[in-house]
């Protein structure tokens, strides 16, 4: 079962496309009511990807958030490999905006 939401995954194939004539739009998805996914070209060979989560919790990486939320992320990672994006091995929590948790990696671009 795919619980990665269909506009998600158009969104990281246009990012792919993009990539491949230079121009990768940015992505802003909702993945769910409580967790978002941006990101955004660095320029520099990679991407910032950052998660924004609203929760109660705060662990230091993003899939300890529990198994739903690795479920998702898994697949993320997986469709970015699609397009030989490497993901890294953990989203890290960075800080706290407006009571959303944000948690952020750099993507390696091919």
């Known amino acids: 079962m795919n619980h990665v939401p269909d506009a998600t995954l158009d969104a990281i194939d246009e990012f792919g496309e993009g990539l491949l004539v230079g121009t990768p739009p940015p992505i802003t998805e909702r993945l769910r009511s409580d967790l978002r996914l941006v990101v955004r070209r660095a320029g520099d060979g990679t991407a910032r990807c950052r ?10 990486t993003l899939r300890e958030q529990g198994s739903f939320v690795t479920t998702v992320v898994d697949g993320i990672d997986s469709s970015f490999r699609a397009w030989g994006i490497e993901p890294p ?3 890290r929590y960075t800080e706290t905006v407006d009571g959303s948790h ?3 990696g750099r993507l390696s671009l091919p």
């Open 51 to 60: 998660f924004e989560m609203e929760h109660t919790q705060r662990p230091p």
């Open 89 to 91: 091995d953990a989203y």
């Open 102 to 104: 944000h948690y952020e």
